[in-house]
Each structure stands twice: as C-alpha cells, then as structure tokens.
C-alpha cells in the first residue's frame, strides 16, 4: 500500500503526500479497497490554508505510529473540500446534526458503502479539554466495527436515512414582497453590533451578502438605518486587524467582536465580494475611504493572488515562517515596538505605533500586535503616514511568505470577475477591467466545454477533474454579467447563457427548488440542496440573480420564471435568518425593482456615449442591468429598436414592461437611476 495523493491537482492533498498514512483520494477505488478488506473508511476534510487542519496534519498524521494503526485498521480517504464541495456538504450535514456543530478539520468515519456512522472534526494527539485524542477515537472506532458490526450499520442506515427524510420548505415560486424584506431589515436590526459593527460577537465574520442587501434596500426604500449598519461596518472592518493595513485585503474573520484579531488566511472569495461591497458603498455614498479599501483589495488581488494563466488562486494561508526562526499563524503580519524601529527609525516608530495601535504588551501573541487603526488615535499627517506604510510594507516584503494555494477555482474567479470589472469601471483604471477579461478568458478556455458545462477547478492551466457545482455556474454567469455592463461585448452575455442553460436542464427540481449538484453528478448519500450563505453566496440565490439580470437583458420568460421560483425560499427565511440569506434578499431587492433594464446607444469612442454608460454603471437601483452598443446593433435584445436621438447618443430606461423617455442627459438618467 502506498499514498496515492501525489498525482493531484490540488495543492491540499499535494500537501499530504509524503504523510505515511496511505491516503486515498475520494473515489469508487477507494471504497472497493475498504469492502474488499472488511474495514471502515475514515474521510478527512480539509483545505490548504485551514489552521487546525495544518495542526492535525502535523501531530497525527505525520506520525509514524498513528499512521500505522490507521493503514492496519482503516481506508483512509482525504478531500479538499473546496475541490469537492459536494462531498463536504453531505457529510458536514450529517456531522452538524449529530454533534450540533461543525467545521475544518472534518473527521467522518463511513461504512464500506460510504454511510456516515461516527462523527468529529479536530482530534489532538493526546486527551485535552474534554475531547478524547485522535488514537482513542481510532481504537474506539475499530473495536465497534470488530465487535458490534451490525449495530454500526444501522446506526449508519438510519443516519443516511434521516438526512434523505429531510426536506426543503420553500415557502412559495414567488419573490419575497416589500414586507418580507422589511423583516429582514428589523432581524438584521437586532442582531447588529452597535458598538462594533457587524452581526453577533466572537467569531466574527465580514457579513458581505448581508451588506449588499442593506446597500440595495436603501437605495430602493431609502432606509437611512440600512445604510447606517452598511457604512458602520465597512468603517469598523476597515479600521480593524482584520484588514491589511500595508498590503490591502481581508483575512478571514476576527477572533473577536472588534475586528482587532483576525484568523489570518486570505481566501479569494472574501476579498472579490469585499470589494465589491466597499465598490457599491463608495457608489453610494461617495466615501473616500470605501474607494481607498475597494482599489487596495483589488490591486492586492492581482498582486498577490493572481497566476501565470490570468486566473486567481484560491488563499493564501494564516501561517508563515517566522524572520526568526521557527513557524506560526500570523507571522507575515505582526508586528512588535522593535520591528518598527529597526525599519523606521524610533521618531516614526513612536509615530506608526501610535497611528496603527502596536502595544509593548501586543494585541496577538508574544508581544506583537496586528496593525490596525484605532479610533482614537488622532490626526496624523497624511503624507508621513503614507511614507511609513510605505517602508513597512517593503520591509515586510522580504519576510518569509505565507503560502498560496494556486488552484483556480471557477466561483470565486466569478466572483473575483465581477468585482474587478466594475471597480476598475468606477475609479478609472481599465487594468482591473484587463485583468477581469483574462480571468474570464481563462475560464472559458479551460474550465468550459461548448455545451455550457464547467469543471470546478484546474491549476497550472491544467483542468481538474472535479465537476463544477451549481456556485460554480451561477458565480461565472455573474461575473460575465457584469463583464457585459462594463464593456458592451455581448459575447460575455453569450457564455452567461450558457452556463444558465445548463442551470435550468441539470441544476433544478421541483417547483424552482436548486441542487448544488448537476443530475448527472456522482451520486452521493444525499444530493445537497441549500438555499442560504456561507462564507460566499448559496449557489441557489447565486443562480436566482444570474437568471434574473440575464432576463433583464433578454427578455426571456423562461429565466425570469425559473428566477422568481428560486426566491420564494427566501420569503420563508428572510425573518428567521436574514444574516443567513443575505444575497437571496439583495437578488429579491433588484426584483423587486424592476430590475432596471438600461440601454445606451451610440457611436464606440464617443464622449456622449460614454458619459451615459458611466452614469449607468453608477446607478444604485437594485441590480440594474447596462447593455451598451452603436445604434442597429444586434448584439443584445435590449438595445433593438433603440436610436439616437436626433444625432446625439441616448440612454432607455425600461421596468415591469415600462420605459421612460429616453435621454441624451447624463443628469436626468442619473435621476432615473439613483446615481449620486
């Protein structure tokens, strides 16, 4: 027996390869190997920059001892979960409903015929705080399969059982109304931090959907509190640890209810929707601070996690070496009195601890502090501060790095697309633009097939051999989307049409019910269905605004119905769980709006032309759509029949089957749109 992991693509799996426990990549080989030898199957999942993943990895797994009782006892299987998704989300069900809790490191212990019977996620290599070590699970485990065998399968058989009994309420076909949304402003109300920002306490994390939904509802209703509890939060995250305040980009979350503390991986995911957020924020409020946020994350997106085939790598992890000597979570990025003195010099050290809140004492482990901007501390000058990010960042530059996942997983790319499109359309810098296209490009190229089907990741400019789920359609349709809006090709359009195709003939069930998995997809214990987020959009509200903006563009009932359909789960949630469907809401918002359909018309190159497609990117009504082109165009049915005005370029503005009048003013289809 050997470890099987070193032909993987995934830099996770690549990352036990030299483990002596004979992993198993998740497949059918696998499971024929534990039937054929009698034995169960334990499955570990995790990804590469998760902390306690890393931490297991190092007591148990490389342990010689541990990874003989496992390869005597045991099938072991290891899973990337951000490469199989699915499987992850099966078994994540059943251990959440077993133990009431969940997360990474997941330790799943199955029959030969894949039914979970034993749950966990972290074991440490010896008992600590109630938990039993990871040898006296093992040991348990086996002596229940050896001795109680046919219990053990009817455990498994009821478990697998159950989790199919369970089904979803959808509460509906129809997008939630004005009232339902107005409920899911008042639980968003009482479940907010006042004092810091943000939604509950400690784990914090950055609330991006739930922020999209408030920046929409007060552009639709002008609910001054929903863009309180927007501005607020953006502020406070802005200001806290959990935003590199050299480098630019989100951690992902705080250990704590004030943003100070972060756990310090860096997923693409958070960042792409993170500036968007801060995008949409400065759309509406013309904060200076939202557009510095939103363009540092951008440019630290294409500065640090973009890869050689144009697309983007998935994290960068919490852990790094320290300068001097040894390992530890957060080493990139602290900082202690002395560090900043032996870059600065002590008058702008005394300067840089007191602007970016470096204790003698520390704000994170021995004696360093993560940099962050304290409310209190002052006016500084502008350009000297500026001088001392400067010089820090260099000097961090030659630090031991922490390492980057470079597999390319196509949601976030959509995500990332989107993001970077519309950021780089705002503020002027058409290399964000360039760099959304070659990412688009990318996927298309390497991801997509001519039937409209995606493959969930590649590295190296090599596909994987992974499925893409539903996120994955959904994420990459929204991306193209707004690729459409920022530059007018309709080939964009094109292939979000496809991938929605493929949405509405493999991805949905009954009554406009999503699965997260294609009906042709590996058949697992349970097919996964989940309507709302986790740390990124739920493929099923993620697919809702795809068909809805794409509707909005073409004029096709058939994805505006299978659009509708999909959000009536979210008037069953939005009062219960608003945190919890946030993008579900922000979706039923621009439903509720129209969406807007914009269409600008005028010579390419013209500065006529191009003031009315600014203003309309610019408009906050919820989920607008903008298509621009030279008149006659065909490119898109929403500038057909669509002229100039006399000789001058013009812009349509198009709701619930109404049009305005169309203008050539850039001021009055500002008025039309909400811009500012």
């Known amino acids: 027996m050997v470890n099987r992991l070193s032909g993987s693509t995934s830099p996770y799996l690549l990352q036990h390869a030299d483990n002596p426990v004979h992993w198993w990549p998740w497949g059918d080989e696998a499971f024929a190997r534990a039937r054929e030898r009698g034995v169960p199957v334990l499955l570990s999942v995790g990804y590469s920059s998760c902390h306690w993943c890393h931490v297991m990895a190092g007591e148990s797994f490389e342990d010689e001892e541990t990874a003989a009782y496992l390869n005597e006892h045991f099938v072991s299987v290891k899973v990337d979960r951000e490469e199989r998704p699915d499987v992850d989300a099966v078994y994540m069900e059943a251990v959440q409903a077993a133990t009431g809790q969940g997360g990474w490191p997941m330790t799943v212990f199955l029959t030969p015929q894949g039914e979970p019977f034993y749950f966990g996620t972290y074991f440490p290599p010896a008992p600590r705080h109630g938990m039993p070590s990871f040898r006296q699970v093992l040991q348990g485990v086996e002596a229940a399969w050896r001795e109680r065998r046919d219990e053990v399968g009817e455990v498994a058989a009821s478990i697998v059982k159950d989790l199919g009994a369970r089904s979803m309420a959808l509460g509906g076909t129809t997008p939630p109304g004005q009232e339902e949304l107005a409920a899911a402003l008042l ?353 099923w509200t993620a697919a809702a605004g795809a068909l809805l903006s794409y509707a909005a563009y073409t004029g096709s009932d058939r994805h505006r119905e299978a659009a509708e359909q999909a959000l009536g789960v979210v008037g069953a949630l939005a009062g219960r769980v608003p945190r919890f469907i946030g993008w579900g809401l922000a979706v039923s918002e621009a439903a509720l709006d129209g969406p807007r359909e914009v269409a600008v018309v005028g010579p390419a190159g013209d500065a006529g032309t191009a003031a009315l497609h600014r203003v309309a990117l610019l408009g906050t009504a919820p989920g607008a759509v903008v298509a621009v082109g030279a008149p006659g165009t065909d490119e898109y049915a929403l500038l057909a029949d669509r002229p100039l005005l006399g000789d001058r370029p013009a812009a349509y503005v198009c709701r619930h089957f109404v049009c305005a009048a169309p203008t050539a003013d850039p001021g009055s289809l500002g008025e039309q749109l909400g811009t500012r």
């Open 187 to 539: 639980g968003l109300t009482r479940d907010y931090d006042a004092a810091h920002g943000g939604f509950g306490g400690a784990p914090k994390f950055p609330p991006s959907m739930a922020l999209e939904f408030l920046l929409r509802h007060h552009a639709r209703t002008g609910s001054e509190g929903a863009l309180q509890m927007a501005a607020d939060t953006c502020e406070a995250m802005a200001r806290g640890g959990i935003y590199d305040q050299l480098g630019g980009g989100f951690a992902r979350y705080s250990v704590d209810r004030e943003w100070v503390v972060p756990h310090f991986e860096k997923m693409l995911y958070d960042n792409a929707l993170l500036c968007r957020v801060y995008a949409h924020l400065w759309r509406a409020t013309g904060s200076d601070p939202a557009r510095r946020v939103a363009l540092e994350t951008a440019d630290f997106l294409v500065r640090e996690l973009r890869t050689h085939e144009g697309g983007f790598a998935s994290a960068l992890d919490a852990d790094s070496d320290k300068p001097g000597g040894g390992h530890g979570e957060g080493a990139f990025y602290v900082w202690t009195p002395e560090e900043l003195e032996d870059v600065l010099g002590p008058a702008d050290a005394a300067l840089a601890a007191a602007h970016f809140g470096v204790t003698e004492e520390g704000t994170f482990e021995e004696g360093a502090s993560v940099l962050q901007l304290p409310a209190d501390a002052g006016p500084a000058d502008a350009e000297r501060i500026a001088s001392v990010r400067e010089r820090l960042f260099t000097a961090r530059e030659t630090r031991p790095r922490p390492g980057r996942d470079d597999k390319v997983v196509a949601a976030w790319n959509g995500l990332a697309i989107a993001a970077l499109a519309e950021t780089g359309a705002y503020f002027g810098r058409p290399d964000l633009v360039a760099a959304a296209v070659e990412a688009a490009d990318l996927l298309v190229r390497v991801h997509m097939d001519e039937h409209g089907r995606l493959a969930r990741t590649s590295r190296d400019g090599v596909v994987g051999v992974n499925a893409g789920v539903l996120e994955d359609y959904a994420d990459v349709a929204e991306g193209f989307l707004a690729l459409t809006a920022v530059t007018g090709e309709g080939v964009w359009l094109d292939f979000a049409g496809l991938l929605l195709d493929s949405v509405l003939r493999h991805f949905t069930g009954e009554a406009g019910a999503l699965y997260d998995t294609a009906d042709d997809a590996e058949a697992l214990i349970r097919r996964p269905q989940d309507p709302t987020d986790n740390a990124a959009p739920s493929g």
